[in-house]
């Protein structure tokens, strides 16, 4: 039966003292990575607000409606719509967000000209190892003489853009390096929905998170209001065709009444109650669609998101996490490292040594 080897701590300490001089240097090294690593990345600010969505109802839209005469149907009777406030941290991670808050306008803590959240993450600090990663993949690119293709989404005829999104690879880059810096989240018990960004400048990141909050409103207007805004659009083109069309009926009224003025018999009395009647079923017409136009127009009212500004975002006074704690760590890890090369790394390194060697010898 195969004994179990018992876990020896006194003897574990010993050994540990009795190499000590190495520990130290394990230690010492760890610490000095540590300074140079807490030295030279930048210090950051992040700033959290909350706000509570309040829901809205479809009454007074019906209500409008019942009194133009217009019934909506089973309006009230509980059609969800397809996007809600609930789905912000979705909507904060998509690409369209994202280009809008770089679109936003900011102004740094010692400096009060405002400029685009773009323009000024271009004079952000960049970290040595995010400088060596890109540096990694540009000597990678050159290597295998990749080509990035760079897109253009503008439209060189007039024509709107298209509806798909071609991203170069290094806005991509900074899209995604800005996703990593605003984080949104909701508690599904009570609604709540936090917002949190990370700046270098804490005046950035205050501001950042006051854009992100219109943004997001604004994004999910959008998403909801899509269908609305283009039946609006058929609506008003309608409109203006039936305004034409009972302006053109009434001239017509008008100039035929104009030209008999003192005639009086049964052929001209018909002709001019046809007229009449045009003129009446065009205004009907004219009337209806202006109705619809006016719902429409509610419609898109009531599909705003509104919210409550449950706490606002607050200029932060200190920057995250501390410096020493990052020296601590590193000592730490490099106590761990070098315990565990003098209690296993050396024991390891001298036993292959050794298995070499005895290889080398049976060989000759």
């Keep these: 039966m195969a004994t179990k080897r018992k876990f020896n701590l006194k003897a574990i300490v010993k050994q540990l003292w009795q190499n000590r001089k190495t520990l130290y240097w394990w230690c010492g090294i760890a610490i000095v990575l540590g300074v140079i690593f807490a030295l030279t990345n930048p210090k950051e600010y992040t700033v959290t607000t909350a706000i509570v969505p309040e829901q809205s109802s479809s009454t007074g839209l019906a209500s409008i409606a019942s009194m133009m005469g217009v019934s909506l149907g089973n309006v009230e009777g509980g059609n969800v719509d397809a996007m809600d406030p609930s789905m912000f941290p979705d909507i904060a991670e998509s690409i369209p967000f994202l280009q809008a808050m770089m679109a936003t306008k900011v102004h740094t803590l010692e400096d ?30 050159f290597i295998t003489r990749r080509k990035k293709p760079s897109f253009d989404n503008q439209s060189d005829d ?28 909701q508690n599904m018990k009570t609604g ?25 409103q604004a994004s999910l207007y959008d998403y909801k209001s899509a269908k609305a805004k283009a039946e ?19 001239k017509n009224y008008a100039e035929f009444l104009n030209q008999n003025r003192s005639a009086n018999n049964y052929a001209i009395t018909a002709e001019k109650d046809r007229l009449d009647a045009e003129m009446t079923l065009a205004y009907q017409a004219l009337q209806q669609v202006t109705q619809q136009r006016y719902l429409a127009e509610q419609s898109l009212i009531e599909k705003k998101p509104s919210y ?30 070098g315990s565990l090369w003098i209690l296993y790394g050396r024991k390891y390194l001298r036993w292959t040594k050794d298995f070499a060697h005895e290889l080398r010898r049976k060989e000759s």
């Design 112 to 141: 009060t000209t405002t400029v685009t959240l773009h323009d000024y993450l271009k004079t952000e600090y960049v970290p040595w190892t995010v400088k060596t990663v890109e540096a990694l993949h540009k000597f990678k690119d």
């Design 232 to 250: 609006l659009a058929d609506l008003n083109a309608l409109e203006a065709e039936r305004r034409q069309e009972y302006e053109k009926r009434q």
């Design 308 to 337: 409550a500004l449950l706490m606002p975002p607050t200029f932060p006074l200190t920057a995250n996490g501390s410096r020493k704690m990052v020296v601590i760590i590193w000592l730490f890890l490099g106590f761990v490292f």
């Design 192 to 216: 709540i929905i936090t917002i949190s960004t990370t700046c270098q400048d804490p005046m950035v990141a205050t501001m950042m998170a006051d854009n992100a909050i219109d943004c997001l």
């Design 158 to 185: 007039g024509k709107e853009p298209p509806r798909y999104i071609l991203l170069g690879e290094k806005e991509f880059g900074r899209l995604k390096g800005l996703a990593r810096n605003i984080k949104c989240g």
